[in-house]
Structure formats: structure tokens, C-alpha cells
């Protein structure tokens, strides 16, 4: 079984949190999406839907059959970033 691991990606629920941001905060929109994404993504951009659907799909198909267990991260190279335990619990395995 395979598992796509998505970073910050661009969904209405992502979009409401960036609004909020920038009712509380008076920055705009740029600024405010900046700031949202320095605390998630080393990238500074957010995961697009569609590259995640890719992704799901690229699973589901027989190019992807000799790829078992392990999970595949979407996330900006955010991975990168945290700390073991983080890791351990979004499902990294560890050797």
C-alpha cells in the first residue's frame, strides 16, 4: 500500500486560513500567504490539487506496481525539516 504524503496544498480550507491570516494580521493576500507557508514549506508554495490527483494516479497504475509500503511525500521537500518524531508520526518508516 502506498500513501501520497501532501505538504501545504492549495484547498478552500488552506484559502480560508490565509483569509483569516490576513483579517488579523491587515497584511495582504502575498503577505500573508508568505507568511502561512514560511512556518510549512521550505518551497514557499503550496502544493497544487492536481499534483497530488497526479500522484494518486501514478500509484493506482501499473508503472508504479514495484512500488510497496512506503509512503511517497508531495510536500515542498518539507520532509526534510522535521524532527524524528514528527516523522514517526505521519508514517515515515524508519530503518
Known amino acids: 500500500m502506498q500513501r501520497d504524503l501532501p505538504g501545504a496544498t492549495l484547498t478552500p480550507h488552506a484559502r480560508k486560513l490565509v483569509a483569516q491570516r490576513m483579517l488579523d494580521s491587515g497584511k495582504?493576500?502575498?503577505?500573508?500567504?508568505?507568511?502561512?507557508l514560511a512556518q510549512r514549506q521550505p518551497s514557499k508554495?503550496?502544493?497544487?490539487?492536481?499534483?497530488?490527483?497526479h500522484l494518486a494516479v501514478f500509484l493506482c497504475?501499473?508503472?508504479a506496481k514495484e512500488m510497496t509500503g512506503g509512503p511517497v511525500?508531495?510536500?515542498?521537500?518539507?520532509?526534510?525539516?522535521?524532527?524524528?518524531?514528527?516523522?514517526?508520526r505521519m508514517g515515515y518508516l524508519w530503518e
Open 28 to 36: 495582504s493576500e502575498a503577505e500573508a500567504t508568505r507568511d502561512y
Open 45 to 53: 508554495r503550496f502544493v497544487d490539487p492536481q499534483d497530488v490527483g
Open 73 to 88: 511525500a508531495i510536500d515542498g521537500v518539507g520532509w526534510l525539516f522535521l524532527t524524528r518524531n514528527d516523522r514517526d
Open 61 to 63: 497504475s501499473d508503472a
